[in-house]
């Protein structure tokens, strides 16, 4: 019996780069889709609490980054997070959660994409 196209359609879905195993070029975050990788990267990965680390560093990095930036300059905020935040894990997986919603944005720079996520998840109130 030759398996029907969608279950080969299925089964090729498996082997989509998304499930490729990390590699270092991963880490120098040239695309959103390399930091989606490291922020999403499987418990079965060699590289993954390395991937977690850096991922959470990168946005925490970039949070900082734009508040230093934006501290005194009178334009208004590009987002306005709740009260209490999210945590570090909850805030990661919303990121992955819209990159993935939105693969429009996984060529850009990560943190263009970032505060496109940030901005679109909490805007801030007029």
């Known amino acids: 019996m030759r398996p029907s196209v969608p279950i080969i359609a299925s089964f090729l879905a498996l082997w ?3 499930s490729w195993a990390l590699t270092q070029d991963n880490f120098l975050v040239r695309a959103t889709s390399d930091l989606v990788e490291l922020c999403s990267a499987p418990p079965s990965d060699q590289m993954r609490v390395a991937a977690i680390h850096f ?16 501290a005194g300059s009178g334009s208004p905020p590009l987002f306005c997070l709740p009260t209490p935040p999210p945590t570090r894990d909850e805030a990661t997986a919303m990121f992955v959660n819209w990159a993935r919603k939105n693969p429009q944005y996984m060529s850009e720079r990560p943190v263009d994409s970032l505060m496109r996520f940030a901005a679109a998840t909490w805007p801030c109130r007029k």
């Open 55 to 70: 991922c959470e560093g990168f946005v925490v990095g970039a949070s900082q980054y734009y508040q230093a930036e934006r």
């Open 16 to 18: 989509s780069p998304a």
